[in-house]
Every structure is written in C-alpha cells, then in structure tokens.
C-alpha cells in the first residue's frame, strides 16, 4: 500500500504544480502592480505548499510561536534543516519570508520557475561568486522591509542532530542590525524521503518559533552565531522529548 499512496501523491503533485503554477502567474501579474515585495505571491506559495501536507491524512503538523514571525521589518530567520519535507512545514508559517535555497530548485519545471517568479534567492553551495550574490541579494530584501530564511547548517542534517552553522545568517543579520528568529522543527524526517520517492505514511511535525535574537546586542559574528544555535539544540531537545513522549502515549 505505501508504494500505491507514494505513486498517487507524486501524480497528483505534478498534476497540481501544472495548475496551480499558472493560477500563480496569474496572481504574479495581478499584483505585481501594488506589491512589488510579491507578499501576495508567497502567501498563495504557501497555500500551494500546504496543499500537499493536507492530502496526507497521516500527516500532522502543530506550530507555535507564529506571532513571533513579522508581517512587516526586515528579520533573518533561521531553521534547522531534516528533510525536503522542512520546505512544505516551513510555508505553513503563512509569513512573508524570502527563501533562500540551492540554485538548482530553481530550473524544476513549474515549481522552480514559481520560485523564480517569488524573487527567492539561489545559492551554488561552496561557490564563492554566488556566495557573495546570495548575501547582496537577502541585503536588498532587508533593505526592502522584508524577511529571508536561510538553513545555517547549509546541508540537510543525515540523523537529524544539528550540524555547525554557517556565518552567511548571521553576517546578514550584523550587518543590517536586524533580528535573528530561530526556528526549531522535528519530525519533517518522516515525510519526504532523502533518497527515493516512497514516502512514509505517518509523520508528526513540530515547529517552534523562538523569541528574537537582537543581534545588535552582539559584537562579532561568531558569539552571535554560537549563541544562536546554542538556543536551538536546546530547544530541539526539549521538542524531540515532548513528541516521544507523546507518541508513547497515543
């Protein structure tokens, strides 16, 4: 059975992305006029991303902390990273964000394109030109009032513990004196798969965002960084408890 939901889920996946990246070029153009920022967009994005966590019965996700998430004002947001499955969580946050993600997304077809059209950013990990672009590009949104959310490990976690972070975050977020707003997941794991295409029938997501780091109460890139990541092992601790113990009970 989990071969037949796994081949149902990707057929309607690309069914729907057929769809709906139209409908999403349509609200592109429509509002492109009033809402050059593409607020607009990335929320239907988020609808669009959502859609594929709702159509898995077996699928749950609770978020809290969501107030803490800025409508308007610039903030670097920063998660830790499981699976693909953080990118379908991450979007039910149903904030303004800018994503910063690998620059290969970008040339799927329908989805990447989709990305291109939100003005998300892209990265070529490891090459030092884009590198450089990425951190003008976030600039120019925080510039702009509006958020980006980088993964600082730079690579998805293969046992889901944090990896050391990266300086690119927390250089953006020095720089522009802007919070930093950690968020903290677990569970994603369990949804898309790493390798392959089966997917799992059952997956419990949390997600939990923390209060904002002043990164101006910091001098250096390094404490801000420590610190920062020091908040969020500590959370994910206390979260992957609190979810053992609950699925123990059910």
Known sequence: MRWIHSVLFWLFLLASSIVLFFVGLVVFLATWPFDRNRRVLHLFSSGWAQLYFWVNPGWHLRILGR?????HGPAVLVSNHQSLGD???LFGLYRPFKWVAKASVFKVPLLGWNMYLNGYVGLVRGDKESIAKMMADCERWLDRGVPVLLFPEGTRSPDNQ???????AFRLALSKGCPVIPIVLTGTGDTLPKHGLML??????????????????????????DHVRDLMAREKSRLDAEVATELQAV
């Open 200 to 225: 799992r029938r059952q997956a419990h997501c949390e997600v939990r965002v923390l209060e904002p780091v002043d990164s101006r109460a910091f001098s250096d890139v390094a404490t801000l960084r």
């Open 162 to 168: 944090l990896l050391p972070f990266k300086d690119g």
């Open 87 to 89: 990118i379908l969580v």
């Open 67 to 71: 107030e803490r998430l800025p409508w």
